[in-house]
């Protein structure tokens, strides 16, 4: 009895005839994620990934783990590979699924048969199946409109698999299908999940973090490449770029009124990271803002900075309230770390009463006293590169 | 030649281990908490130990706590468990061969009002999921149940408790002592089912005064000490960093749990053989036991006896369970064995190290002992 792991592909499917990539990409997605626990064999057919281990001592449950984590999967299970032989299959399934079974309170059998020479048609197997799961298992009742467990037998080509309910996969499509683009990120709740919502869309990510030591901490750096690191479960591996923000931040407060120096900061956050957006072939920037949620993310206020830049400016948080926010980001398993306490850029001269309403004209003219091109092509000049990989 | 058959009761520091400690002592003696780079630096190793000892459970490094030791990780599992839950059931299943520090901390819970249930091992040492299945109900709100039993090396079928819970719709959080077994059998806790899951250093070739307790993302339990933020605060207090990265080195070593085990097996089956091929020993271990552990009896001379009878060849190994000595042996009891084995029992146990050489050391040892020792019994 071998066990392999299905996963199913959804949107995939619907590209056409770019569908040949989409899949080309899920699977060496699926290959390089899998890569640490040992040799697989991945290989597509219909509208399922079939995952084979090609050693016995291969971790199922942490290569199962792994696929569910993949963008791309909508659905995945472990499965049981037999022969395509009516007795093989009713072995497998109260022997491999007999402790879901024996948990389990009723059940229904679903059949699929692909190859059309095996000799009983989908109902029958489903019956035979079915009746056979109901001897052994006296406890169990059926129940064809609500099982706890749907047993399925799926008669392919080379093999039968028997297997209980999928496990939803990690939905959306394979990375870089969408390209690249760059998060913004502060080490909040907020940006991490843009981050993932927008890798689950297939892009590929770039990070930039702004650093404004000593009033920032080397922590805080620490906490973002942390919460890459998480990320990067999903997203794959992550280049992050850390811009030397002292100095911009320091003229902002010297120069500007203070009702300003968040938009402003904003403003000149948005300048430095188109610079080195397209210094790394980004198409567009993310941003965590949720509309309203603060001073600087009005929808004034978010109109303000975005006429600072050209690429488009993703925001997938925008129409979320903080607790759908706080929600993913504990799927994700960022939201921890994302609560450790350290000043980061943001926090660093806040002022009392920031302006929600602020007027382009009005920023502009403030922004105005002092030159500030130099300072954005030394902060862009003297970014600091890390890579982050999944851990 | 010192032959160390006590490995159960503690193990010998890895010379990696040590190195690692004495790096921390030497320089990295920062403050974790601290927010300068000595900090930091402390912080970073800190983070990286836990890493490592999570990875030996498979567990994320978020589920990790470092405690003092097997006694205070099973203590705040238990007590902090029940009195977490205490809203939702009063009841608390457990074995009546649990170490010490289950044992006495489910006595407090029965002084604080819980109702404990103690189930009896049989009369081969072990106990069967269907002893679980009867007294789990919808009342009980934690489960304690050790992987491997310290005297006889029994495995108890732990990886059934998690589904009798959700059978029975217990509100109940399950904590399994895996102290005997860790580094020992392949441990994940996703297999195992476990909210909480207590593992030890020293029994593992790492420092003593250090262990772990695995706390499942999402399970709350109460802390027993107050303080900082350490720990997520379920125990705060500076960290023992020193200790805590012996702890890492020696998980870094526990490579191929399975292949350690087949050999362990033989050596285990090697000294079987010779010890009972000596008139009066007989094994009490149950034959699916942990091979690292093997409890005989040398009937007619007392533990304690033989104990000092092989101490003076630099032989050393245990009476019965070395946390109780001089009480009778309370598995051994309920196997219904007679006395004069009960008061026989030895147990010797292996760590990887562990050779033939020293395995001959020991039979030839125990022979001499049985043919000169005066008998306790007729």
């Known amino acids: ?391 | 030649m010192e032959v160390y058959l006590d490995n159960s009761a503690t193990t010998r520091v890895s010379p990696r281990a040590a190195e690692a400690m004495m790096k921390i002592i030497g320089s990295v003696y920062g403050n974790p908490s601290s927010l300068h780079a000595k900090g930091l630096e402390a912080e970073r190793s800190l983070r990286a130990a836990r890493r490592t000892v999570a990875d030996s459970i498979g567990s994320d490094e978020s589920e990790i706590i470092f405690t003092s030791g097997g006694t205070e990780a099973n203590n705040l599992a238990v007590l902090g468990a029940a009195r977490a839950r205490r809203k939702r059931g009063n009841k608390i299943v457990t074995t009546a061969f649990e170490h010490s520090s289950v044992f006495e901390a489910c006595k407090e819970l029965e002084s604080e009002g819980f109702e404990v249930v103690y189930i009896e091992p049989d009369e081969n040492g072990s106990i069967s999921s269907d002893a679980f299945s009867q007294a789990i109900d919808g009342n009980t709100i934690l489960v304690s149940a050790m992987y491997v039993n310290n005297e006889l090396g029994t495995i108890l079928p732990v990886e059934r408790i998690q589904r009798i819970i959700k059978k029975k719709n217990a509100p109940a959080l399950f904590h399994c002592d895996a102290v005997q077994g860790y580094g020992k059998l392949p441990i994940k806790v996703k297999k195992l089912g476990c909210d909480l899951l207590t593992v030890s250093a020293h029994k593992i070739h790492g420092p003593k005064g250090c262990g772990a307790l695995f706390i499942k993302k999402g399970v709350h339990i109460k802390p027993l000490v107050y303080g900082g933020e350490q720990e997520r605060k379920i125990r705060p207090g500076t960290e023992a960093l020193p200790l805590i990265c012996g702890f890492a080195a020696a998980c870094e070593e526990l490579e191929d749990i399975p292949g350690r085990l087949g050999a362990i097996t033989q050596l285990r089956d090697y000294t079987l053989s010779k010890l009972e091929a000596i008139g009066g020993v007989v094994r009490n271990s149950p034959q699916d036991a942990l091979p690292y552990i093997i409890n005989v009896s040398a009937v007619g001379v007392r533990s304690e006896t033989m104990l000092h009878f092989l101490e003076n060849k630099e032989i050393y190994v245990s009476s019965g369970s070395a946390c109780s000595k001089g009480k009778k042996s309370h598995v051994l009891s309920a196997m219904k064995l007679e006395d004069k084995r009960i008061d026989s029992a030895l147990r010797i146990s292996f760590s990887c190290d562990s050779t033939k050489e020293e395995a001959d050391a020991l039979a030839a040892a125990v022979k001499e002992g049985m043919e000169t020792l005066v008998k306790a019994y007729g």
């Open chain 1, 1 to 391: 009895m071998k066990e392999i792991i299905l996963a199913k592909v959804g949107e995939v499917v619907l590209k056409g005839l770019n569908r040949k990539n989409f899949e080309d990409l899920l699977i060496k997605n699926i290959r390089r994620k899998l890569n640490p626990l040992g040799p697989f064999e991945v290989k597509a057919s219909q509208s399922t990934i079939r995952i084979t281990p090609l050693d016995d001592s291969i971790d199922m449950d942490e290569a199962a783990d792994k696929v569910g984590k993949v963008f791309g999967v909508v659905a995945y299970c472990r499965a049981c590979a037999v022969e395509k032989d009516i007795e093989a299959i009713k072995a497998a399934a109260i022997e491999y699924l007999a402790d879901t079974l024996e948990d389990a309170r009723s059940f229904k059998v679903e059949s699929k048969r692909s190859d059309k020479k095996f000799p009983y048609g989908s109902p029958d197997i489903s019956k035979i199946v079915g009746s056979f799961i109901a001897d052994s298992f006296p406890e169990l009742e059926v129940d064809v409109h609500n099982p706890e467990v749907t047993v399925t037998v799926e008669v392919r080509d080379m093999a039968a698999y028997v297997h209980a309910n999928a496990l939803p996969g990690a939905g959306g499509l394979p990375i870089p299908s969408g390209g690249r683009a760059a998060i913004l990120i502060s080490g909040g709740i907020d940006s991490p999940v843009a981050a993932y919502m927008m890798a689950k869309r297939g892009i590929e990510l770039t990070a930039i973090h702004f650093a404004s030591p000593p009033y920032t901490s080397e922590r805080a750096e620490e906490k973002v490449r942390t919460l890459l690191e998480i990320v990067s479960d999903y997203a794959g591996r992550i280049e992050m770029y850390t811009v030397p923000f002292t100095k911009i931040q320091e003229e902002i407060k010297r120069s500007c009124p203070e009702d300003l120096f968040t938009i402003i900061m904003r403003r000149m956050m948005m300048r430095v990271s188109q610079r080195i957006a397209e210094q790394h072939e980004c198409l567009a920037l993310i941003t965590g803002e949720s509309l309203g949620q603060v001073a600087s993310q009005t929808l004034g206020a978010i109109a303000c900075t975005d006429e600072t830049v050209t690429m488009p400016v993703f925001r997938p948080l925008i129409g979320m309230d903080k607790k759908e926010i706080v929600a993913v980001s504990e799927k994700i398993n960022t939201f921890e770390t994302s609560l450790l306490p350290y000043e980061d850029c943001c926090t660093v001269f806040t002022p009392r009463h920031p302006r929600t309403k602020p007027k382009p004209e009005m920023v502009r003219k403030a922004e105005a006293a002092v030159v500030w091109d130099e300072m954005i092509e030394e902060a862009v000049q003297n970014v600091k590169v890390n890579v982050i990989y999944p851990k």
